[in-house]
Nanobody
């Protein structure tokens, strides 16, 4: 699986970014997709996930109400809309395809990972 994450950048606190995760070869396209992030010196943590058909989403508590995950199956792309960004959201963000159609918040449930995209939020 060749996942392509993009959309990161530098933004001021309160700003927005939209990350994209493309799966051009459509491998495991009927599986859930998750976003994770890793800040310097910290472990990789779950951010959000969407089920295979986009019908079920799940967020970690600290992004609820600010981030929205969605998927466009026709384009085999998953998005993470991030609003009201905070400096503590600064991290490298990774997208990953899961082992199954249902969502999972454990990184071990995702065998396919793309390269990360850097998100930096200035105060």
């Amino acid at each position: 699986v060749q996942l392509q994450a993009s959309g990161g950048g530098l933004v001021q606190a309160g700003g927005s970014l939209r990350l994209s995760c493309a799966n051009p070869d459509r491998t495991a396209s009927n599986n859930a997709v998750g976003w994770f992030r890793q800040a310097p010196g910290k472990e990789r943590e779950f951010v959000a996930a969407v089920s295979w058909n986009g019908g079920i989403t799940h967020y970690t508590e600290f992004v609820k109400g600010r981030f929205t995950i969605s998927r466009e199956r026709a384009k085999n792309t998953v998005y993470l809309q991030m609003n009201n960004l905070k400096p503590e959201d600064t991290a490298v963000y990774y997208c990953a395809v899961g082992r199954r159609s249902g969502i999972d918040n454990d990184p071990s449930g995702y065998p396919y990972w793309g390269r990360g995209t850097q998100v930096t939020v200035s105060s």
